[in-house]
């Protein structure tokens, strides 16, 4: 496996945590935490959120249950928000996912397989690579441990590196994933030259 996967976080992130971490209220006291949650428009706020970084309806968020927990939302979805959270930029797309400006980056299957297995290798590294009789299986095994979703699902998406039945709400969370890997490759890059 890539080391670059290294980069991301094994575990998913609470929609509660990861919606205070959005609106810049995690330091608050457990007082004035209450007073931000029980606001008149926050849950609201929080459902805008949700639709936008996973471009998906309100009626599906709303489903995951009818308080601050979400306690519906899929695992992967919390692995998601735990990449997102890793890149330290939601703070400031706050403001255009709430005015309806934010479209979330996506990733296909194969740029992102390309990226994390390919990335680097020479012409004949890569051709070696892709020739070898694992490398489909690799594929799976990279894709189902970034979207914290079983192998069975991920083989059914199709059985070339494409997977072009991948559910677009995946293609959002490679992007993510893609980018918490970059974030984490600059923190390194930039201790290294301090």
């Keep these: 496996m890539s080391y670059l996967l ?18 810049g209220i995690t330091e608050l006291t457990p007082a004035e935490l209450l007073e931000e949650e029980t606001d008149s428009q926050y849950r609201k706020k929080c459902i805008t959120i949700f639709c936008a970084v996973f471009d998906i309806q309100r009626a599906t968020v709303r489903k995951w249950g009818s308080d601050l927990n ?8 919390k692995i998601a928000l735990a990449y997102i959270h890793t890149t330290g930029t939601m703070p400031r797309h706050l403001r255009s996912i709430l005015k309806g400006e934010y479209n979330p980056p996506e990733v ?16 004949q590294q890569i051709l070696q690579t892709v020739s070898h009789a694992n490398f489909r299986t690799t594929c799976v095994k990279t894709l189902t441990q970034v979207l914290h979703i079983g192998t069975k699902s991920v083989q059914d ?7 072009r039945k991948m559910p677009r709400i995946h293609k959002h969370t490679l992007a993510y994933a893609l980018a918490a890997i970059a974030q984490a490759q600059g923190a390194i890059a930039w201790k290294k030259a301090a």
């Design 157 to 163: 998406w199709g059985q070339d590196m494409s997977f």
């Design 6 to 23: 290294k980069h991301l976080p094994n575990e998913g992130l609470e929609p509660r945590q990861f919606l205070r971490h959005c609106f």
């Design 108 to 123: 296909d299957a194969q740029t992102f397989l390309e990226k994390i297995l390919l990335d680097g290798l020479t012409e």
């Design 70 to 77: 979400f306690e519906g939302m899929p695992n992967y979805c």
